[in-house]
């Protein structure tokens, strides 16, 4: 067991790894100048990440909207779906969070378990064969080990590894529209970018948002300018204000995921800086999460090593599935037959119910396709997942524990 840990960042992935750690005895200190504070994102938490930390924080204890049906709409084909994402009286498939409150949550569950919140930035971080020197705004720190839970932007990444590069980025932006909420998110497919935009309802407003790959010259303004056309256009924000935001968030490819750096002798990187993103959703709250908890399985184990091999099991072959089946994903083609799928067919709404709450792999997702019958989508999404050099589908499929939505 390492005798001291520093964890860089305080979001889901630090706090989890530091309440672990503490937990256990570990001393543990946690720099983070700026958490908690709301995120740039949807905000969606699933089932499975909540049972993850479920003995740290409840539910009831903090701010979050129960989302009920999410709506699909292809404008320019004229299309819309509906999709239930709960059985009358089951567990919400979906919870949208505030984020200030929950990474608070999170983070005051390892302070209380014993870990030690210091409130400088880390400036620098020298990762030595003895010991891992920190340069803060409050003076130098060192520690047996460091984590690097410090996001896209990651300092700890930058030293001990390589920053992201452009193409490995996607902008996310758009409002916080304060004063109105739902119990219903909203989805709405572009090709152009590929992707899609995005309304998810939090206790105190709508976090709604728009994706980009950084590499395709498109801008923040610009992106914004599109999510404003549309905010008209549906009216769903009428009556709010608008609050703008702008974050990098990673989107890795497919070779990406296979050639992941992760951790060293000294040093591990988890959640966004270690680049645990879905690249077709652009979520990441679970992998934040669960690297936490390896890291710090690993630690306890005094083998940080196999954090790395975990990582390689349960996350990044599923997240390399998405990577791979990213560039076909928001075409019209594909689209197009998946809002057929979700206006006609009851199984291909309960597939995407499960995509969302995280209960359905991309693994598997070709073959439960099949079993629905919707053949030309089944095939389609075989073929999105690549062409082998001899022109036959590949499917890529590999054993894994399954997908976030």
């Given at each position: 067991?390492r005798?001291?840990?520093?964890?860089?960042g305080?979001?889901?992935?630090g706090?989890?790894?530091?309440?672990?750690?503490a937990s256990r005895?570990?001393?543990?200190?946690?720099?983070d100048?700026?958490?908690?504070?709301?995120?740039?994102?949807?905000?969606?938490?699933?089932?499975?990440?909540?049972?993850?930390?479920?003995?740290?924080i409840?539910?009831?204890?903090?701010?979050a909207s129960?989302?009920?049906?999410?709506?699909?709409?292809?404008?320019?084909a004229q299309r819309?779906?509906v999709?239930?994402?709960?059985?009358?009286?089951?567990?919400p498939a979906?919870?949208v969070?505030?984020?200030?409150?929950f990474?608070?949550?999170?983070l005051?569950?390892?302070?209380?378990?014993?870990?030690?919140l210091?409130?400088?930035?880390?400036?620098?971080?020298?990762?030595g064969?003895?010991?891992?020197?920190?340069?803060?705004?409050?003076?130098?720190?060192?520690?047996?080990f460091?984590v690097?839970?410090?996001?896209?932007?990651s300092?700890?990444?930058?030293?001990?590894a390589?920053p992201?590069?452009?193409?490995?980025l996607?902008?996310?932006t758009?409002?916080?529209?304060?004063?109105?909420?739902?119990?219903?998110?909203?989805?709405?497919?572009?090709?152009?970018?590929?992707g899609?935009?995005?309304?998810?309802p939090r206790?105190t407003h709508l976090?709604?948002g728009?994706?980009a790959q950084?590499?395709?010259?498109a801008?923040?303004a610009?992106?914004?300018?599109?999510?404003s056309?549309?905010i008209?256009?549906t009216g769903?924000?009428?009556g709010?204000?608008?609050?703008?935001y702008?974050?990098?968030?990673?989107?890795?490819s497919a070779?990406?995921?296979e050639?992941a750096a992760?951790s060293?002798?000294r040093?591990?990187?988890?959640?966004?800086a270690a680049?645990?993103v879905d690249?077709i959703?652009r979520?990441?709250?679970?992998?934040?999460?669960?690297?936490?908890?390896?890291?710090a399985?690993?630690?306890?184990e005094?083998?940080?090593?196999t954090y790395?091999?975990?990582?390689r099991?349960?996350?990044?072959?599923?997240?390399s599935?998405?990577a791979?089946?990213?560039?076909?994903?928001f075409?019209p083609?594909f689209?197009?037959?998946l809002m057929r799928?979700?206006q006609?067919s009851?199984?291909i709404?309960?597939?995407?119910?499960?995509?969302?709450a995280?209960?359905?792999?991309?693994?598997?997702?070709?073959?439960r396709l099949?079993?629905?019958?919707?053949?030309?989508?089944?095939i389609?999404?075989?073929?999105?997942?690549?062409?082998g050099r001899?022109g036959?589908?590949?499917?890529?499929f590999?054993?894994?524990?399954?997908g976030?939505?």
């Open positions: 067991m005798d001291d840990v520093a964890i860089v305080a979001g889901p992935a706090a989890r790894a530091a309440f672990v750690l005895g570990v001393r543990v200190t946690i720099f100048w700026s958490h908690p504070r709301e995120k740039p994102c949807g905000g969606g938490v699933t089932g499975r990440a909540l049972a993850m930390v479920a003995d740290a409840d539910p009831a204890e903090f701010a129960i989302i009920r049906t999410a709506r699909f709409t292809d404008t320019p819309a779906a999709v239930a994402l709960e059985d009358a009286g089951a567990e979906l919870l969070v505030d984020r200030a409150t990474d608070a949550r999170l005051a569950a390892a302070v209380r378990a014993g870990a030690t210091d409130r400088s930035r880390v400036t620098d971080v020298a990762i064969r003895g010991r891992v020197q920190l340069e803060t705004t409050n003076g130098p720190r060192s520690a047996a460091v690097g839970a410090d996001g896209a932007n300092l700890v990444r930058r030293r001990a390589a992201f590069r452009r193409d490995q996607s902008i996310a758009g409002f916080f529209a304060h004063g109105v909420t739902s119990d219903q998110i909203a989805i709405e497919f572009t090709d152009d970018p590929a899609y935009i995005w309304s998810f206790p976090a709604i728009i994706c950084a590499d395709t010259g801008t923040a610009a992106l914004r300018g599109r999510l056309q549309w008209e256009a769903i924000a009428r709010a204000r608008l609050e703008p702008s974050w990098p968030i990673p989107s890795l070779a990406d995921f050639g992760l060293g002798p040093w591990a990187l988890a959640g966004d680049g645990l690249p959703t979520e990441g709250i679970f992998f934040a999460i669960a690297s936490g908890q390896w890291i399985d690993a630690l306890l005094d083998s940080p090593q790395a091999a975990r990582a099991e349960d996350a990044l072959p599923e997240l599935r998405a791979q089946l990213k560039a076909g994903f075409r083609a689209t197009g037959l799928g979700l006609q009851a199984a709404r309960a597939v995407m119910a499960d995509l969302i995280g209960r359905q792999s991309y693994r598997s997702l070709k073959w099949v079993r629905t019958f919707e053949w030309r989508l089944a389609n999404t075989a073929l999105l997942s690549g062409v001899s036959h589908v590949v499917s890529g590999s054993r894994t524990n399954g976030s939505a």
